[in-house]
């Protein structure tokens, strides 16, 4: 057997934690309905679903830990070059689709005031989406580092939390990833407690609150995989799922900046480690498996439809029981993009890129590599 025979067996035979997939779609969903609800309840303590933002920091912490499974024991052979070719192919053909519907979005949308940038601005805003390059000057977008398409703030520490990987956290023994990460750990706490909470991370204004978050969860889940703090149990999909949406419904109050903090410190890890030893009904596979696969998509394709609705709600202002109906229906309606963004879009494209490499084992890698 020839080396990338041998190459492409092993990654083959990697487990993939299926139940981590059903939790990232849970959490994928749950951020679209909280970008739904803040547009009704401006209070997020009003908001059934207002901490639905703390699911970044699982996508974060998820992240770390798939970023050390699929890649600790290969960047070494593969190298830093291959490792940022794989994760460009993983993550960017998303991050320009949402930048084309946010872009459709701004001319498409019904309900919002005339646009009054010239094609000049308009490019360069679309240039800076594509490319993950912050560019918040949209004020009447809240000076959102990615004004066509919001989510991509996300995205953007990704890469940074990327290249640290790739550079630097690779080398890094246990011990000294665990110093990184109480340092991180502190770093939570001093933004949560200066902001009252941990929404940060997305505008001008709270730009370095993102760096804090990314980099506590990522180093955590990172930890996580290292340490093999894995913890065998039989709640499965059902019983995590309930455990993680219980951190996205948890009441507000004054305390939210300790509340959240904790949840980032210790529970969310916790839930890693949980269900990375979940065992799994095989009735469950395939729902995880696609909610695994469609939590990217629609984490990256939802947002220009909100803003329509938040143009539409700011317009009409329909009632209780319209709304209702206009979430609900939304969330089905944008769960049926992102699918098919990933069937006809996403998979052909990432498929593409990788035969270019003229390496099958890179396709195999992006499949158990599904850290978004």
């Not at 059934?48 to 933002?53: E, K, M, N, P, V």
């Not at 947002?303 to 009632?319: H, L, M, R």
Request: charged share 15%.
């Amino acid at each position: 057997m020839n080396k990338e025979n041998l190459t492409q067996g092993i990654v083959q035979t990697k487990q993939h934690f299926e139940v981590l997939d059903g939790l990232r779609g849970i959490a994928a969903l749950a951020v679209v309905i909280f970008h739904f609800m803040e547009w009704i309840f401006t209070d997020f303590d009003k908001n059934f679903i207002g901490h639905g933002f703390l699911a970044v920091d699982f996508f974060f912490c998820l992240s770390g830990f798939v970023i050390g499974y699929a890649y600790d024991s290969r960047i070494r052979e593969m190298g830093v070059k291959e490792f940022f070719k794989l994760r460009l192919i993983r993550l960017h053909p998303l991050v320009i689709l949402g930048s084309v519907l946010g872009l459709l979005g701004l001319f498409l949308d019904p309900f919002a005031s005339p646009i009054t940038y010239d094609a000049g601005k308009l490019l360069l805003l679309f240039v800076c989406s594509a490319f993950l390059i912050p560019f918040p000057v949209m004020q009447d977008r809240a000076f959102n580092l990615f004004g066509l398409n919001a989510p991509s703030w996300s995205l953007f520490y990704e890469y940074v939390a990327n290249i640290f990987y790739a550079v630097v956290l690779y080398k890094v023994g246990r011990r000294s990833l665990a110093v990184l990460t109480f340092l991180a750990a502190i770093s939570i706490c001093l933004v949560s407690y200066r902001a009252g909470n941990l929404l940060g991370g997305w505008s001008k204004d709270n730009f370095l609150d993102g760096g804090a978050r990314v980099a506590y969860s990522f180093l955590a889940g990172l930890l996580l995989f290292r340490s093999n703090w894995i913890i065998k149990n039989k709640l499965g999909f059902t019983g995590l799922g309930i455990l993680l949406l219980l951190a996205f419904i948890m009441p507000g109050s004054k305390w939210n900046w300790l509340t959240e903090a904790l949840v980032v410190l210790f529970y969310f890890p916790l839930l890693v480690a949980l269900g990375a030893g979940s065992s799994l009904s095989p009735q469950w596979k395939k729902v995880c498996r696609f909610a695994g696969n469609i939590s990217y998509p629609l984490y990256m394709t939802h947002y220009a439809a909100i803003w329509v609705f938040g143009n539409y709600f700011i317009k009409e202002k329909p009632s209780a029981g319209e709304l209702t109906y206009i979430v609900i229906l939304g969330s089905i309606f944008l769960v049926v993009i992102a699918y098919l963004a990933m069937r006809f879009y996403d998979v052909p494209v990432r498929k593409y890129l990788a035969k270019k490499r003229r390496k099958p084992e890179s396709i195999s890698l992006i499949n158990l590599d599904n850290s978004r």
